[in-house]
Each structure stands twice: as C-alpha cells, then as structure tokens.
C-alpha cells in the first residue's frame, strides 16, 4: 500500500469528520451521516483492489 493511498485516506477522515461535526451542530444529523456513509464508502472502494489481492494471495498460498 502506497504512502499517497494513506494520505488520501486520512484527508478523508478529517473532512468528513468536520462536515459531519459542523452538520451535527447545525442540526443536519441525516446529512451529517450521509456524509460519514459517503467518505466510508469512498475509502472502502479506494481499498477494495488490495482486499482482493490479499484473498488472492492468501487462496494461492493454500492451494496446493
């Protein structure tokens, strides 16, 4: 996993965490969790190609 992929990843933490904390205060709790689902599932797409290489990997290593 590259250095930029962590970087991206935590610039996307503290975005979402400061929308969805000014949303909150503002009385937006429904967009407040849009917005953390939305950066969740951003991160999860960005990772996803190294979950499946990890189950490909860890498949060859038990497949004799």
Known sequence: ???ALLFKIAAVGIL????????????R???AFLTS???LLLVLFWILPYVYELFETM???FML
């Open 37 to 39: 689902l939305a950066g």
């Open 29 to 31: 709790e429904e967009q």
């Open 1 to 3: 996993m590259s250095e």
């Open 59 to 61: 498949q060859g290593l």
């Open 16 to 27: 979402v965490s400061v929308l969805s904390q000014v949303l909150k205060h503002s009385g």
